[in-house]
């Protein structure tokens, strides 16, 4: 990946991978945090592979994930986007959003680090929590976070506020329930309280399906209600 500008091109390659229950970008939380309960790890590629670059990293409660929007299907980008949130009629500017569709196609994501393994077949090994990101998405830098200097209790979110406003009450029989192992339980119903949905989209005879931990999540919304209809192990995907 090459990222230019009038007077220099740097050259950024991938670092870490990141292993998610995410196999497609429908479903996924719109931020990370929002769902703390996902668990995902992070394994480094062949070049970083050494126990000794995280030394000292489990000093640390979290951390900043900087990575690709791997899956875009846009080459181009606009000075505009319609965030979701907004329903998808209004216009910010690409800055003032995290849109994925960007000149630079990089992500930021906060993560909680849960355990760090130094050394292990694979490499080291990150362990964390309510990361927003797709499974196989390439990581390109990791850094601490800092309390101290990252948190701003007097930060203005805009529009972004709304994300934490709205809930769903989720509903799913225990049978369908219980085809999810139990340790995914409480976060596919938390990401399912998001509203997956797109703004625009509300329609409630409409079923919509999701990608989860293999499985397929099938789904309807009435109002503030939503209702799990479907629970189907993906290898048996007609």
Not at 135 to 143: A, C, L
Request: neutral net charge.
């Amino acid at each position: 990946m090459k990222c230019e500008n009038t007077s220099v091109m740097l050259s950024i390659k991938p670092i870490a991978y990141i292993h998610s229950d995410f196999s497609e970008k429908f479903g996924i939380p719109r931020q990370s945090g929002l769902v703390d309960s996902l668990q995902a790890k992070i394994i480094f590629t062949e070049e970083f592979r050494n126990g000794d670059c995280i030394r000292g990293i489990e000093e640390f409660s979290h951390l900043w994930l900087i990575w690709e929007f791997s899956k875009n299907q846009r080459d181009k980008w606009t000075p505009t986007v319609r965030p979701p949130r907004l329903g998808g009629n209004k216009r910010k500017g690409v800055f003032a959003s995290r849109a994925p569709f960007r000149p630079n196609p990089l992500g930021l994501s906060c993560v909680r680090l849960e355990k760090a393994v130094p050394n292990s077949p694979e490499g080291p090994i990150l362990y964390v929590s309510g990361a927003d990101l797709l499974d196989g998405t390439p990581i390109y830098d990791i850094k601490p976070y800092l309390s101290f200097a990252d948190a701003h209790p007097d930060a203005l979110g805009s529009f972004s506020t709304t994300a934490l406003e709205h809930r769903l009450n989720v509903h799913c029989e225990d049978a369908l329930l219980h085809l999810i192992p139990k340790e995914k339980r409480q976060s596919l119903l938390d990401c399912l309280s998001l509203d997956p949905r797109p703004s625009y989209q509300h329609d409630p005879e409409r079923i919509y399906g999701m990608q989860y931990a293999g499985f397929d999540i099938h789904f309807s919304v009435n109002a503030n209600n939503l209702f799990v209809t479907d629970v189907i192990p993906s290898h048996e995907k007609q």
